[in-house]
């Protein structure tokens, strides 16, 4: 085996299991810091000896077992430097021991470390980026782009969070009571965003990324089982059911995306939908959270059995409802999708006008834009739009997409003007 293609299977199979290592090793150490580094150092040790062996039968397993001899080994040179202290009369302050599991306890080292990430000692933001971060297994550049922010900004709260964690000697658990619910919204969110990145990845050669959406929605059935009484738990549930009922549809054999409109519905997950309309129904009556909403919006999209039968005009009040309770430029982005679809496609450019400036960069904003031109009839400045979608994003399936849109468009235009004799 070449050092490149054990670099790649390194790399790929770290992507993977890197939130279960760094979860695993936590558990020993105690510190979220010190356990992504030596999760670093396992993959450094990949690195150097699968050149040598070729990759292992079990790559995961054996990165794990490395973190964790290592993480070991540190804890018991601690543990000889304390006695050895001890011995010559220094102090040491005792670690004070773990409480007594309670009877719902959660064996699942994952939503431990998910819940330790999201301690109210971090600001909302860092919480979510060092939890995509160690659990999501995403770039510093990903998790910018997830946030539409400067790539140094999130940087630098990944390494503040770190920190703050080790300062506060946060416990690595589950907590409960008070504590448990005060945590709860920045966790959905964190589980929200790692499903996000999953189901649409933002960087990359593939347009999925399904360990992240399975470990996302393993996640949200926990909390659904742990928290039955939480509303918007449900609701997120239901939301990512929805969404990955539709995995297998959205790429063709080659992996190329498959755009909603031209989806085969039959190979939508009949299970993962019914599983999604019982979450859905779980929420109950009260007023709906902003999880719960876009779940309802999910809803309408599996209840159409043809694209054409999609109700929107449902779909786009349910949006402006979203927008009432979580304003955002990309609710918005989505709102004027569905705006086009109910009300004509003039009436959602007109809503994109008001978002040019605050989502420069983001290339969701120039191929909303090139569809709703080109539904018009626009095609020269349909072609324009897709081609700057395609400049803006780093995932290479999305911009073969784009790339194939703009194509037609430019295939559009000298049949009109030869139509037009021109």
């Not at 990165?63 to 102090?91: C, F, N, P, Q, S």
């Amino acid at each position: 085996m070449t050092e490149t293609d054990a670099a790649a299977a390194v790399e790929t199979v770290f992507r993977i299991e890197s939130a279960r290592i760094i979860a695993g090793v936590t558990r020993i150490v105690r510190d979220v810091g010190i356990a992504e580094e030596i999760a670093q150092d396992a993959l450094v040790a990949a690195l150097e000896q699968w050149p040598r062996s070729g990759v292992p039968d079990r790559p995961g397993a054996w990165l794990t077992a490395t973190a964790k001899h290592r993480a070991i080994d540190l804890v018991r040179r601690r543990e000889t430097y304390a006695r050895k202290l001890a011995e010559v009369g220094r102090t040491l302050e005792d670690t004070p021991p773990p409480e007594p599991a309670e009877a719902d306890d959660i064996d699942d080292d994952l939503l431990r470390l998910i819940f330790t990430a999201c301690h109210p000692v971090l600001s909302e933001q860092a919480r979510i980026a060092l939890t995509l971060r160690l659990l999501g297994g995403l770039t510093t550049p990903e998790i910018a782009r997830a946030f539409l922010a400067a790539e140094s900004t999130v940087a630098q709260r990944i390494v503040r969070a770190k920190r703050s964690l080790a300062a506060a000697r946060v416990p690595f658990e589950v907590p409960y009571g008070a504590d448990r619910a005060a945590r709860l919204s920045s966790v959905l969110e964190v589980v929200y965003l790692i499903f996000n990145e999953g189901y649409s990845a933002t960087a990359g050669d593939d347009l999925l990324r399904p360990a992240l959406c399975e470990d996302a929605l393993r996640l949200s059935r926990v909390l659904a089982g742990l928290m039955p009484e939480e509303p918007e738990v449900h609701g997120l549930a239901a939301l990512l059911e929805f969404q990955a009922s539709r995995t297998a549809a959205r790429t063709g054999p080659d992996g190329r995306p498959v755009l909603l409109a031209d989806q085969n519905r039959a190979r939508w997950d009949g299970l993962l939908l019914r599983r999604g309309f019982e979450s859905l129904a779980r929420v109950g009556g009260g007023p709906y959270g902003p999880y719960a909403v876009q779940a309802a919006i999910a809803a309408c999209h599996a209840r159409a059995a043809r694209y054409q039968d999609t109700d929107w005009p449902t779909i786009a009040a349910l949006y402006g409802r979203l927008v009432a309770l979580s304003p955002s430029p990309v609710v918005e982005l989505n709102r004027a999708v569905a705006v086009s679809m109910a009300e004509g496609p003039a009436a959602g450019l007109e809503l994109l006008d008001a978002l040019t400036d605050v989502l420069a960069g983001y290339h969701l904003l120039p191929s909303v834009r090139g569809d709703l031109l080109e539904r018009l009839g626009r095609v020269e400045e349909a072609r324009a739009q897709f081609e700057q979608a395609a400049a803006l994003t780093r995932n290479a399936r999305e911009r073969e997409l784009l790339l194939e849109r703009a194509a037609r468009c430019s295939a559009v235009t000298p049949r009109r003007r030869a139509a037009d004799g021109r």
